[in-house]
């Protein structure tokens, strides 16, 4: 493995926890808001702590819509901007929505059964299985002019 790609997959994984870390705070600030807005403690609490599948699955929904939203409208998100990283199609443009909303549905599969590592470290573009099916790929802002001016 290349030392670039190391770089990259790095870059991508502290990325990826300031955005989880991230969509943490707003899911908490989501029930803050319910709580503020007049729904019952009660309902809130129950819906938190009924199962840890309950809360697995609002969580997974919100990481999921956490980052299509901020892909769809700012190309990326706040992890990877910090890092100067893009979302690019095979072909180096900006992926069209459906690209973006088929890449973090296979989010679901990559937190779960810890996929998106596995590809990322074996492809040998480090791309996730959502990036591979949605033919998507992470790569920096400066390795993307590079490419474009080939």
Known sequence: MSSNKI???IKRFIAMSIDMMLASILC?????????FGYNYEIVLNFIT?????????????????YTVLEAILG???GKKIFGLIIVT???SKPKVHQ???RNLFRIS???LWLGSLTVIFDKQGRRLGDIIA??????KKEAKERQNV
Not at 28 to 36: Q, S, T, Y
Not at 135 to 140: D, P
């Open 100 to 102: 973006i909303i088929i």
């Open 90 to 92: 095979s072909c180096m």
């Open 28 to 36: 908490i600030a989501f029930f803050f808001a319910l709580l503020r």
């Open 135 to 140: 033919k998507t790929m992470v790569i920096s």
């Open 7 to 9: 770089q990259r997959i």
């Open 76 to 78: 990326t998100t706040i």
């Open 110 to 112: 990559d937190q779960i």
């Open 50 to 66: 009924m199962s840890d599948r309950g809360l697995s699955y609002f969580y997974l929904f919100f990481i999921v819509f956490y």
